[in-house]
């Protein structure tokens, strides 16, 4: 039977489907989500949240492993992981519920079933009628003004190594695993195959990390991915560059997964981690005018709007930045331009990028490389965290890392900036604020930071364009 008319259906209730709902919900627009899982999708289940959850608790195992460098004996503690779990599932739990209540409080209605779009037909003259079917093979059609697809990704697989579950695993496999191994092999150095190379080799798991380019490359600054490389090898994480895998040097057995490479590499298992690609399979979008690229994603404009004028896409199934925030911010874009709100177009400059491993990585806009390409005029002013009074105090031994800012030579303005050490994930959202406002380098070093706090290094980065720092 046909519901009544929606002004908007999202397809898909992960963190970019919700957002959208909520801002439309807060427009007073009449709005359905249809969900074939659970709502809070990838990040909330499968993603940010407990592998944040993981790294923390094997971050504090390590720190209590540096204790006497605090002046602090303790015993050799014991990394239960039945405990780390417990406690992943207890936090992803009360934000579940959280959202839940979010959902109903702002009167959207949730659909848990499976969305496809439909073509024109007597219930509807344009495309984009969504059809919900249910597990017990019920179906019904929700007529709508807007539809936005926000269906996400999933985990971009070997065709050579198919996904077992036990020895070939994705990133769900992992954060669902009840006993740890005592090897793992990573494929791929892209940001969720160093988050768990980083997880594992602190607490003392063997990490090797299996990449087809010659060396690591995140977030585009050349020095940052080598001190990311340095600080994980001193972790214990082997690197094996440059190898072109087939099915001719893998071999998986009952037991185990060999490698044959320069040297043979036998794990327990193997985290094939090597990118994710959009869901856009089986969700009708032939029945549509809405144009898929050649990267198998669906191509929007800057305010999220598809080729058919009233289908909107939002989220990983647009392939820009796969981030949670980036989807987020994607989702209510999309709804203020539908709804004539005049958004400001989406500027991915603008938006942080971060990698939770230890040491952690964080960017914004252009690296001083990138910059160049571009033509602009650019002068980096880079500081080290030793140079840094909270730095010293929050890490045990030498602080790691560094700070760099890229600076248009032109008028001052920041255009970029890469940090990697200890909190630089908290950091870079000064920096966000910074480049929205178009701030310069001037005004970074003007405004007073707190001290001792890790950003007081930002601040003299400003004042270093100028040639007025103090401490540097
Ligand atoms: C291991 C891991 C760690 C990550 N860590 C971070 C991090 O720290 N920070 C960060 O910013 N990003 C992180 N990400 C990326 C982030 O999770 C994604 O960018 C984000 O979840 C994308 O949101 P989305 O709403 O586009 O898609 P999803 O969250 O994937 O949501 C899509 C939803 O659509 C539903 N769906 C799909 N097809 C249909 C259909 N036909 N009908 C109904 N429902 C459907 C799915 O069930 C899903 O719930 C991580 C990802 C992974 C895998």
Do not use: W
């Amino acid at each position: 039977m046909a519901q009544e008319k929606y002004d908007l259906v999202v397809l898909g209730g992960g963190i970019s489907g919700y957002s959208a709902a909520i801002r439309a919900a807060q427009l007073d627009k009449k709005v359905a989500i249809v969900e074939k899982s659970q709502l809070g999708g990838t990040c909330l289940h499968n993603g940010c949240i407990p592998t944040k959850s993981f790294l923390k608790s094997a971050d504090t195992y390590q720190l209590i492993q540096h204790a006497e460098d605090y002046g602090i004996s303790t015993s050799t503690p014991t990394f239960n992981f039945q405990k780390v779990q417990e406690r992943k599932q207890r936090i992803v739990a009360s934000m579940y519920s959280g959202l839940q209540m979010l959902i109903k409080q702002k009167k959207i209605d949730v659909f848990n079933g499976t969305g496809r779009l439909l073509g024109p037909s007597i219930f509807s003259p344009q495309s984009g009628t969504v059809s919900v079917t249910y597990e017990d093979g019920q179906s019904e059609l929700l007529t709508n003004d807007y539809v936005l697809i926000a269906t996400g990704s999933s985990p971009a697989t070997l065709p050579f190594l198919p996904i077992d579950h036990q020895r070939i695993v994705t990133s769900d496999d992992l954060l669902a695993m009840t006993t740890l191994p005592n090897s793992i092999a990573i494929i791929g150095a892209g940001v969720i195959g160093l988050e768990f190379a980083s997880f594992f080799s602190q607490i003392g798991v063997e990490v090797h990390v299996i990449e087809a380019a010659d060396k690591i490359r995140i977030n585009d600054s050349e020095a940052v991915s080598q001190q990311l490389q340095q600080s994980l090898s001193k972790r214990g994480v082997t690197f094996h560059t440059g190898v072109a895998l087939s099915e001719d040097n893998v071999k998986v057995t009952d037991d185990a997964v060999t490698f044959e490479l320069d040297d043979t590499i036998t794990a327990d298992m193997a985290l094939v981690a090597i990118g994710r690609r959009a869901n856009i399979a089986d969700i009708g979008l032939s029945n549509t005018e809405v144009v898929v690229t050649e990267q198998q994603t669906i191509e929007t404009n800057d305010y999220m709007q598809t080729k058919a004028p009233h289908i909107y896409a939002s989220g990983d199934v647009i392939g820009q930045l796969q981030l949670a925030h980036v989807g987020a911010k994607e989702g209510v874009i999309a709804v203020e331009h539908m709804f004539q709100q005049v958004p400001i177009a989406i500027d991915y400059a603008l938006m942080p990028r971060c990698i939770y491993t230890t040491p952690e990585v964080a960017a914004i806009g252009l690296s001083a490389e990138a910059a160049k390409v571009q033509g602009y005029d650019v002068k980096t002013v880079k500081a080290a965290f030793q140079t840094n009074g909270k730095a010293m105090i929050m890490s045990p031994g030498t602080p790691e890392g560094f700070a760099e800012l890229i600076v248009d030579q032109a008028d001052g303005s920041i255009i970029g900036a890469s940090l990697i050490g200890q909190n630089v994930t908290e950091q870079i959202n000064e920096l966000s604020v910074l480049q929205f406002l178009n701030g310069s380098a001037l005004e970074l070093g003007m405004a007073t930071h707190a001290h001792p706090s890790m950003a007081e290094l930002l601040m003299e980065l400003g004042l270093k364009y100028e040639k007025q720092a103090i401490h540097l």
